[in-house]
């Protein structure tokens, strides 16, 4: 039998307002998998948090793009959101719970913690000067 | 359209949208300083009976908000949580440091 699967990238500016675009588009091609509601809502701050984090962290507020790959294999879901921004230093310390570097911006530091809590893995890939890849995987309808 | 930002003696209710993310919490907190400044503000009250969705920034907002407020015991308070938001704030840790009531609907008997 053939497997189910289906691809698509989404390149967008890193202007706040497309974070909504970002996590309604990730919502939307997911119910091809028939998700329940608290997985679609799980996802949701998920995309979330990682294309804030592009805005906020990757390029600073500067308007330049971001790239959301999603992709599924059977019931297995795949999102890697990508920025070609300043690259995070250390890894480990940025996804520590509570940990940022913009506290005065009342940014919480739970970004990460979020994106690991509701997804079922979560990769950073990071280059100083580079860019900043996250990819996230869930099993949906378990 | 009912008021988002509603003034009860010292108490702020803010009503808080469908959506709680990074742009519209940097709104409120914008908003939430401005009246701060014109008058004194004791508590403040988040009302979450409409919001659907929230990520990290929304708990950034009430802990931004908590700072501001001298950090005392029940300054924050946040009204009808849905199990998803409820999540989100004891993931935080923020449920040790604010008043939560859960939404009505889903309040234990």
């Known amino acids: 039998m053939k497997e189910n699967t289906n691809e698509m990238l989404l390149v967008f500016d890193s202007l706040p307002a497309n974070e909504g675009l970002a996590r309604i588009t990730a919502a939307s091609f997911c119910t091809q998998l028939n998700p329940t509601l608290e997985e679609i809502a799980d996802l949701k701050t998920a995309v979330s948090e990682a294309v804030t984090n592009c805005i906020i962290h990757g390029y600073e507020n500067q308007i330049k793009k971001i790239e959301m790959k999603l992709y599924y294999r059977e019931q297995v879901l795949y999102v890697d959101i990508t920025d070609h921004g300043v690259g995070i230093m250390d890894v480990q310390k940025a996804m520590e719970p509570m940990y940022t570097t913009k506290p005065d911006k009342d940014r919480s530091g739970m970004g990460f913690t979020f994106m690991e809590a509701f997804m079922d893995e979560v990769e950073v890939e990071s280059e100083t000067g580079k860019g900043t890849t996250v990819h996230m995987k869930k099993t949906i309808g378990r | ?109």
């Open chain 2, 1 to 109: 359209m009912k008021e988002m930002f509603k003034l009860e003696g010292t108490t702020l209710v803010i009503l808080v949208p469908e959506e709680l993310d990074h742009p519209v919490s940097d709104w409120i907190r914008k908003e939430a300083e401005k009246l701060a400044g014109r008058t004194y503000i004791r508590t403040i009250v988040f009302d979450f009976s409409q919001t659907q969705f929230m990520d990290s920034s929304g708990v950034g907002l009430l802990m931004g908000r908590y700072r501001s407020l001298g950090m005392r015991k029940g300054c924050i308070q946040a009204t009808g949580v849905s199990s998803h938001i409820d999540r989100l704030l004891h993931l935080s840790g923020l449920h040790r440091y604010i008043e939560i009531h859960r939404a009505e609907e889903e309040e234990k008997p």
